[in-house]
């Protein structure tokens, strides 16, 4: 969606609740046999896994292109997100699960580990390009829609008192997420947006 927003391309979307079992139905599973979301149906095409509906959108619509437009901003695109699936959203996810999952108790240690493992691969991938604004370079791309969610999930469950408790100093989370600006953004990243304001202003 974050892609469709930026390139401001017409959609609907439909909102699926896990905890209602929605991306578990049958007519669900029938798009996404995995019941995973986001799926993006576009005519009789239908495109699971978040990077190949970005592929798929930059290739029908390029305009506004969000993986570059030389060979050079290309690979710094995907270095970005390759960097970040590879070495950060695991550890990153192992601190947001818990708190978000009032599950602090039990896992204070792993986080505080995966926090630790979160650091160390934030500041190897921070060295040369990213943030400068945006994590590959003066455009808003697709790295920055790639790793926002995860950004903002984590905001969300340091926001959780236990995320006090735990005196999470989320740098250098928070000077990603300054640098990542959404402001060029509109609709759903700017409704996302308010997400990460507030641990920013505190
Ligand atoms: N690799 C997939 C991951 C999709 C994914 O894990 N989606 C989560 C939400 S962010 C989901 O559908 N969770 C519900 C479930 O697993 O039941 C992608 O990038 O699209």
Not at 89 to 116: I, S, T, Y
Not at 132 to 161: I, N
């Amino acid at each position: 969606m974050l892609t469709l927003e930026t390139k401001q391309i017409p959609y609907s979307a439909h909102l699926l609740q896990a905890a209602r079992g929605d991306n578990k139905k049958p007519e669900y599973l029938a798009l996404n046999p995995r019941g995973k979301v986001p799926t993006l149906r576009d005519g009789d095409v239908i495109v699971s896994e978040s990077i190949a509906i970005m592929e798929y959108v930059e290739k029908r619509f390029p305009a506004r292109p969000m993986f570059g437009r030389t060979a050079l901003e290309t690979a710094t695109i995907w270095r970005a997100i390759s960097e970040f699936s590879s070495y950060l959203q695991a550890p990153l996810l192992r601190v947001a699960g818990p708190l978000l999952a009032g599950k602090m108790r039990d896992a204070a240690a792993d986080v505080r580990a995966a926090l630790r493992k979160s650091k160390r691969s934030s500041a190897s991938s921070s060295r040369g390009s990213l943030i400068s604004p945006w994590l590959a370079g003066a455009d808003l791309t697709a790295a920055d829609t790639t790793v926002y969610p995860f950004l903002a999930l984590l905001l969300r469950g340091a926001l959780k008192e236990a995320g006090g408790q735990l005196e999470l100093d989320l740098l250098p989370f928070t000077t990603a997420i300054r640098g990542c600006n959404m402001d060029g953004a509109s609709g759903a990243a700017a409704r996302l947006r308010t997400h990460v304001s507030a641990p920013l202003a505190s």
